[in-house]
C-alpha cells in the first residue's frame, strides 16, 4: 500500500497568516494527489483535485503544488472559516490511503 | 445539485452485522466509481472499499475483506456495505462517496452514518 505522511500533525496560526502543509508519498502517485477540508462534525470537502487543481467554489488562497512524492497545500491569508481539519489522499493505486490530517488552529 | 444520503448505522454488539445504504441523487450514478470511507472518533480518514459504475470492479481494503462487502443497485441509485462480523475497531462514521472520473478524487460526500459495535 502507498503509504502518505502529513506533516504538521497540528499547527497554530493566525488570521492572515500564510500556511503551509505537506504531503509525502511513500513511492511516486504522479499528481494523483486531492486535499480535503473538513470542519469538525461534518464531512470533508474536496478542496484541490489532481495536486493543483481548484475544486469549483473554491476560494483562490487556496493552491497546490507538487508532483511524484512531494506535495504542498498553501493557504495565503487565513480565514477565520479556514481552520479546521486538512487531509491529503492519493487515488493513484488502490487502496486509496489518506494521509493523518493536519489540524488548523489558533 | 449532487446529492448523498446515508441510512443504516447504529448501535451492535461485537460479531453482529449491520448494512449502510447510501441513496444518490443529482448525476448519473451508473457512470461513477462509488466508496465508502470511513472516520474512527478523533482519527483520520480511512478509505474501506469502492465499486465501478457497472458493479464489476470490487476492491475492498485488508482489513474489511472477507466481512465487508460493497455493492450497488443502479436502478435505485443506491450505495451499499453489508457489514458482517463487526468488531469494536470497525466503530466509525461512515461516509458514502463519489470518485471524481477523471483523478478519481472524492468529488462529493454524504453526511455519513455513526456505527457503534459495542456490548
Known amino acids: 500500500d502507498i503509504q502518505m505522511t502529513q506533516s504538521p500533525s497540528s499547527l497554530s496560526a493566525s488570521v492572515g497568516d500564510r500556511v503551509t502543509i505537506t504531503c509525502r508519498a511513500s513511492q511516486s502517485i504522479g499528481m494523483y494527489l486531492h486535499w480535503y477540508q473538513q470542519k469538525p462534525g461534518k464531512a470533508p470537502k474536496l478542496l484541490i483535485y489532481s495536486a493543483s487543481s481548484l475544486q469549483s467554489g473554491v476560494p483562490p488562497r487556496f493552491s497546490g503544488s507538487g508532483s511524484g512524492t512531494d506535495f504542498t497545500l498553501t493557504i495565503t491569508s487565513l480565514q477565520p472559516e479556514d481552520f479546521a481539519t486538512y487531509h491529503c489522499?492519493?487515488?493513484?493505486?488502490?487502496?486509496?490511503?489518506f494521509g493523518q490530517g493536519t489540524k488548523v488552529e489558533f | 445539485q449532487v446529492q448523498l444520503v446515508e441510512s443504516g448505522g447504529g448501535l451492535v454488539k461485537p460479531g453482529g452485522s449491520l448494512r449502510l445504504s447510501c441513496v444518490a441523487s443529482?448525476?448519473?450514478?451508473?457512470?461513477?466509481?462509488m466508496a465508502w470511507v470511513r472516520q474512527a472518533p478523533g482519527k483520520g480518514l480511512e478509505w474501506v472499499s469502492y465499486i465501478g459504475g457497472d458493479g464489476t470492479t470490487i476492491y475492498h481494503t485488508d482489513f474489511v475483506e472477507g466481512r465487508f462487502t460493497i455493492s450497488r443497485d443502479n436502478a435505485k441509485n443506491s450505495l451499499y456495505l453489508q457489514m458482517n462480523s463487526l468488531r469494536p475497531e470497525d466503530t466509525a462514521v461512515y461516509y458514502c462517496?463519489?470518485?471524481?472520473?477523471?483523478?478519481?478524487?472524492?468529488?462529493?460526500w454524504g453526511q455519513g452514518t455513526l456505527v457503534t459495535v459495542s456490548s
Open positions: 462517496v463519489r470518485e471524481g472520473r477523471i483523478w478519481n478524487s472524492l468529488d462529493y
Open positions: 489522499q492519493q487515488s493513484y493505486d488502490s487502496p486509496r490511503t
Open positions: 443529482g448525476f448519473t450514478f451508473s457512470d461513477y466509481y
